[in-house]
C-alpha cells in the first residue's frame, strides 16, 4: 500500500486577513482528496487556535465559519502544529491551546518537506 502524500499549509494569518480562513478551507479539501495534511501555525495564525479564539467567527465571503473548519480538519486527521516562539510571545502554552493544537517547532515541518510534502502557504 502507497503511504498517503502529505501537504504542509504554513498559515501566519489571524482575524486579520481572510487567508487565515482560507488555508483552513484548503486544508480540508486537502483532506478530502486523500492528503495528509499539517497546518503549521505561526504569528496571527496561533490566535485561531487558542481556546475560545474564533467562536463564531465568520471572515467573509467564508462560509461555514472559522471555528467549524478547524473543528471539521481536526476530526477528519488533520494535524495542527504551533510555533514555539509566536506561542511564547502571546503567552500561550498548550493549555491554551485548542484540543489537539501542539506547540512544535518548525524542524518537524522541515522533516515533512525533506521526504516530499508539498507545500502552501498563506
Known amino acids: 500500500m502507497e503511504a498517503k502524500k502529505k501537504l504542509v499549509i504554513l498559515s501566519s494569518?489571524?482575524?486579520?486577513?481572510?487567508?487565515?480562513?482560507?488555508?483552513?478551507?484548503?486544508?480540508?479539501?486537502?483532506?478530502?482528496?486523500?492528503?495528509?495534511?499539517?497546518?503549521?501555525l505561526t504569528s496571527t495564525g496561533v490566535d485561531l487556535v487558542r481556546k475560545g479564539g474564533v467562536a463564531d467567527v465568520r471572515i467573509n465571503p467564508f462560509d461555514p465559519p472559522l471555528n467549524e473548519l478547524i473543528q471539521n480538519f481536526?476530526?477528519?486527521g488533520g494535524t495542527i502544529w504551533v510555533c514555539p516562539p509566536c506561542a511564547k510571545v502571546r503567552g500561550y502554552t498548550e493549555n491554551d491551546l485548542i484540543d489537539g493544537a501542539v506547540i512544535k517547532g518548525s524542524g518537524a515541518m522541515h522533516e515533512l518537506i525533506k521526504d516530499g510534502a508539498a507545500t502552501l502557504c498563506f
Open 74 to 76: 481536526k476530526a477528519n
Open 13 to 40: 494569518r489571524g482575524l486579520d486577513d481572510e487567508r487565515g480562513t482560507v488555508a483552513w478551507t484548503i486544508a480540508n479539501s486537502g483532506l478530502a482528496s486523500g492528503l495528509d495534511v499539517v497546518v503549521f
